[in-house]
């Protein structure tokens, strides 16, 4: 009787978490909403690297070794855009260029950008951004569809002028 009341008072001081309601304490970028659009209007929405050459043109590509996934990488460069692709997948692009404009659940993005349209759109993304004065400060989204998380991100980072200066999109691989 005595461990019966015991468990009773330790579950109702230690509620279990599947009986709290879960709160989101992040965002989500749709893996599925994401494009990158050039200045010709031509769209890559982070598919093989078929994909990528035929919304963008052929373009430089590098190979290297790549110790941590195996196998080799392939590096697409553009004026302001490297695509990586791990053997024949997508591993993740970085955005530098202004001639490229990033679509993220619908809303459009580009370097340049004032940092109040990412604190407006990600505003719990933008609160947990890095604050040093002076420096860059970077923010991390998250990915996924619907509740289901993806194990990769969306990391934007802004100048100490308050402008974004990088997107990077990709996969989490540590």
């Known amino acids: 009787m005595l461990t ?6 330790i579950s109702f001081l230690h509620p279990a978490e599947s009986q709290q309601p879960a709160t989101q304490k992040y965002e989500i970028v749709d893996n599925r909403s ?4 050039n200045g010709g209007n031509a769209a ?11 919304a963008f043109g052929k373009t430089t590509i590098s190979k290297q070794n790549d110790e941590m996934l195996g196998g080799y990488d392939y590096i ?9 692709f791990n053997e024949k997948e997508f591993e993740d692009v970085t955005i530098t260029g202004s001639e490229y404009q990033v679509y993220l659940n619908g809303q459009v ?28 400060r970077i923010l991390r989204i998250q990915m996924g569809h619907g ?8 990391v934007i980072t802004i ?7 990088e997107i990077w999109i990709g996969n989490d691989n540590s």
């Open 4 to 9: 019966s009341i015991f468990i009773l008072l």
């Open 44 to 54: 890559y929405a982070l598919g093989s690297a078929a994909q990528l050459q035929k």
């Open 147 to 154: 509740k289901a998380l993806d194990d990769a991100a969306v």
């Open 159 to 165: 100048s100490a002028k308050g402008a974004i200066s």
């Open 34 to 37: 994401i494009q990158i659009k």
């Open 109 to 136: 993005f580009k370097i340049g950008d004032n940092d109040a349209k990412v604190k407006k759109v990600f505003p719990l993304a933008y609160a947990e951004r890095s604050k040093e004065p002076d420096h860059k």
């Open 76 to 84: 697409h460069k553009y004026k302001g855009l490297i695509v990586n």
